[in-house]
């Protein structure tokens, strides 16, 4: 401090500069606060705003242009470098034409900045509702910043040397304008930006899962369609399998390719490709055409015959028994062990999906693409116009609006997608255009927008008629103390509100009335601060313990654990950490309720502390039904295993149901070995936990260090 009060004048306007300088470039490199997706806040044009308040006017154009830069090289957008250069340029030019600083920056964002950055997204192809979000936004980034400016201007000393914004003396009614502006209408802007922020947030949440929940209800159909048309022609091959006579296959056939409405044609091929049955009787008659058709090329035969299993093909195009796109169901066939060709059901392509299914999803507004294995396209909704067949490759896109959901490309346009894979490897994406998470959001903020132009200009209202009321009752009072009036004069304005009646009648006893209100404050004080310390004591005690079992929390365990790992450690002191898990608890719960669930979770929390040994043993619910202790000594694995053994053999009734339980443990004991960190060691005994549980649980697994 001595060191900064020998410096003269300009040095520290040169280190105030430096330092404005630095806060811009760290706000704008590492400070920027993401909002919306990729829309951030920058609060780095708070520096040069105030830096015009604050510095002679070739030190502020330096704070200046190092906001601008780190700006610019944050978003890589020169257009919104020049909005906000702008701004800067514009306050500058106001307060020379001695304008009040906040009425310069409302008036740049209402007239100029929200017009340009609206103009800028329509110009870059945009939607309207796109580049309204988008400009509201950052015309609120713009009024918090300038608020923000001068807030912290405010706390500078009258006298300062950084006060080189210094305006005429205002009327008390814009300086109740400002007051309010900043008390009233920053908090309300804040909380916009937290509301909106929160409310995108989820409901891109819940479209995300919308979407995944689609994508799952087309994969569950057409799985469901495919397997029972697999299955078909699986329980096909097992009755040809059986036959005896050969003559008998056409009528099996038959049979099946009429029992199954989803199959539009079978066929059986022998070992080596050539077809010898067809079915049904609409496509038997072409058997003579197509016996002389060897398929031994195609992939569902020559899988089918290398795996010697059922297989279900990708889409094939139209070639074949009336030249249709279908999807092949194949199973082997065999005679004494060998293999002897394969039975094949073809399903239209046109006839694989649920149109009902497609048609409830397509009307929420969501649109599918389902792909084979292979990435031909089986089904795309219309407004993405990809063609049928054609290969589809998932390309990865960006887009502001979004945050956490994944984007793909199609067509050039960004789409929010959930996805799902089938069992035959079939992709199913179900795509929302991002905008749908701001459709009714973008209104309100319109609302908001709307409304945050009539609170300013009701603000100034109140604030012109606050001021005449508060002020003459106070000049008054001025003129009383001088002697120009007597008191009888004064009272009518006076009467504004009891405290003005109350100083103007009592202004003698007011230091008396000072000093007892201080004494009485002081014995308040007094006594609400032995309340809170008993409070506190209270409130640490229960904030240790799980409400639920009664026995340490997490965060209590991980603050007694250390302390007593390092006095263990120092003194060389054998010790235990173990792991308790309860097996299954999730069936439990499933079976027989949350609250079964609580009861099981109690039980096996008093059982350890039933068998607790020792006052310096810890033992805490580490999870939701997992346990941990760190235990003294090096007999534990005995100990753990008579509590499995307890636990085992114990029948919990709850609501007359009787629930077994088992536990698996893992224990790492420390006997000679303590230079393992304490983290180290409670992820070495989780790994020995879920070893037990991978070797069949209700066991425990002990390692000696």
Known sequence: MKLLSSLSSQSKNYLVALALCMTAFLINEYGSLDIYGAISIYMGS???????????????????ATSVLTFYLQISSTSFALVQAAEYLFVLAMIRLKVRFLIAVFSYWIFIGFPAVFGIFLFDHQSIQTALFVAVTIGLNGFVCGIFAIFIFWFVPSQSQFRAYNPVPPRFAKVVFELCIVSVILPTVLVTLVFT?????????????????????VDSSISERL??????????????????NPDEAHS???????????????????????????????????????????????????????????YVSDVIEGQGIGTMDIVAATAPLFKDGAFTGIVQGATKL?????????????????????????????YSSK????????????????????????????????????????????????????????????????????????????????????????????????????????????????????????????????????????????????????????????????????????????????????????????EKTPFSVVLIDIDHFKKVNDNFGHMAGDECIVKVAKALLDTSKRDSDIIARYGGEEYIMMLSGTTHFDYVEAIRKEIEAAVISVDGNDIKLTISAGIVTINNDFSLKLEKLISLTDELLYDSKRNGRNQTTHVVL
């Open 46 to 64: 708070v520096a040069a705003l105030l830096s015009l308040l604050v510095l002679p006017l070739r030190l502020s154009l330096a704070v200046f």
């Open 197 to 217: 922020w929160r409310s995108t947030q989820e409901t891109e949440k819940q479209l995300n899962e919308q979407l995944l929940n689609a994508a799952f209800q």
């Open 227 to 244: 397997s029972h048309n697999l299955h078909s022609v699986k329980q096909t091959a097992v009755a040809l399998n059986k036959l005896d």
């Open 252 to 310: 099996i056939l038959n049979l099946a390719a009429n029992g199954n409405a989803d199959i539009e044609s079978m066929i059986v091929v022998d070992q080596d490709g050539f077809i010898t049955a067809l079915a049904p009787e609409k496509y038997a008659r072409y058997l003579p055409t197509y016996q002389q058709k060897n398929i031994s090329e195609r992939e569902y035969f020559a899988r089918t015959k290398q795996e010697k299993t059922a």
């Open 350 to 378: 046109d006839t694989l999906l649920d149109e009902r299914v497609i048609s409830r999803i397509e009307g929420d507004g969501i649109a599918l693409v389902l792909t084979d294995s292979s990435g031909v396209i089986v």
């Open 383 to 570: 407004e993405l116009l990809l063609e049928q067949l054609d290969s589809f490759d998932l390309q990865p896109a960006f887009h502001m609006f979004l945050r956490q959901a994944p984007a793909l490309n199609a067509n050039g346009l960004a789409f929010m997608y959930g996805t799902s894979s089938s069992e035959f490897g079939w992709q199913i994406y179900a795509l929302a255009p991002p905008t749908k998470v701001f459709r009714n959001i973008v209104n309100y903020f319109l609302y908001i927008g709307i409304t945050f132009l009539i609170s300013v200009l009701l603000v100034g209202l109140l604030a012109k008629r606050l001021s005449a009321i508060i002020t003459k009752p106070l000049v008054n009072l001025e003129r009383f103390l001088a002697g120009k009036v007597e008191g009888k004069e004064i009272m009518p304005e006076s009467t504004i509100s009891i405290e003005m009646v109350t100083v103007t009648n009592s202004l003698i006893d007011a230091k008396q009335v000072a000093e007892n209100f201080q004494a009485e404050l002081k014995q308040q004080v007094s006594d609400k601060t032995q309340e809170l310390q008993g409070a506190n004591e209270k409130l640490l005690y229960a904030s240790q313990i799980d409400a639920l079992t009664g026995i340490y929390n997490r965060g209590a365990f991980d603050d007694f654990s250390k302390k007593a790992f390092n006095l263990y450690v120092r």
